[in-house]
């Protein structure tokens, strides 16, 4: 069966420090990988994805990631933070076959920046 | 982007009722729809897929004959939780795709009492 681990559940942060979230997945197949971002109150909103191609897969609001194949990682980084980005970050995976539209998230990790 | 509406954001209900949550794709049509479920300090999980004049595909241990879904249009998916308890109490999100992204609701903080 699938499954996404995320490393931190809680990071706190100062502003300008640089960020980077661990995210696992355990599938056989090939699959396709996102980062998404939950602002307080708001939806979930898609920060980045990974198709195929070059693993550094860059997002919006200077994020990006890096698929790393033989570690079945796909950890999420900034180089330098902003109080914005407290948040919750939810790392997801679906299989490339099947019923793509499926998508088992990790459990999510709670971002702290503090002014 | 796309744009997914969930209604209502919040809903209180009586144990024993049942609640039904809308999940409406406003700029296109979505012939699959899915719904999850997330616990507090917890992650999404993926309950059903909703399947535009079909009948929808339930994960392992979601309960169909609880968690009714209809998919009427290309537009429209409803979660019914019938015979509310407590323990449904929930946030319940639904998504859509289009052009392979998956586009989310704001989510309905169902709580009952």
């Known amino acids: 069966a699938q499954s996404v681990s995320q490393h931190n559940h809680h990071v706190i942060l100062s502003e300008a420090a640089s960020l980077e979230l661990g995210c696992n997945y355990s599938y056989g197949g090939t699959v396709n990988l996102f980062w998404y971002v939950q602002y307080p109150g708001q939806h979930l909103q898609l920060l980045l994805k990974?198709?195929?191609?070059?693993?550094l897969v860059k997002g919006i609001k200077g994020f990006e990631a890096e698929f790393i194949k033989s570690k079945f990682s796909f950890n999420l980084r900034k180089p330098s933070v902003q109080w914005s980005d407290t948040a919750e970050y939810f790392c997801a995976v679906n299989a490339r076959s099947g019923n793509t539209g499926k998508l088992i998230f990790g459990q999510g990790t709670t971002l702290q920046v503090k002014p | 982007g796309a744009v997914v509406s969930q209604h209502p954001s919040r809903v209180i209900c009586k144990s024993g009722t049942s609640v039904k949550i809308e999940c409406r794709s406003l700029?296109?049509?979505?012939?699959?729809m899915f719904w999850y479920r997330q616990f507090p300090k917890q992650s999404l999980m993926l309950m059903a897929t909703?399947?535009?004049?079909?009948?929808?595909?339930?994960e392992q241990g979601v309960e169909k004959d609880k968690f009714l879904i209809n998919h009427a249009s290309l537009t429209l998916s409803t979660l019914t939780v019938t015979s509310a308890h407590p323990e449904d109490s929930s946030f319940y999100i639904c998504?859509?795709?289009?052009?392979?992204?998956?586009?989310f609701g704001q989510g309905t903080r169902l709580t009952v009492v």
């Open positions: 990974y198709f195929s191609g070059d693993p």
């Open positions: 909703s399947n535009e004049g079909s009948k929808a595909t339930y």
């Open positions: 700029d296109f049509q979505a012939t699959t």
């Open positions: 998504s859509a795709r289009a052009r392979q992204e998956a586009f």
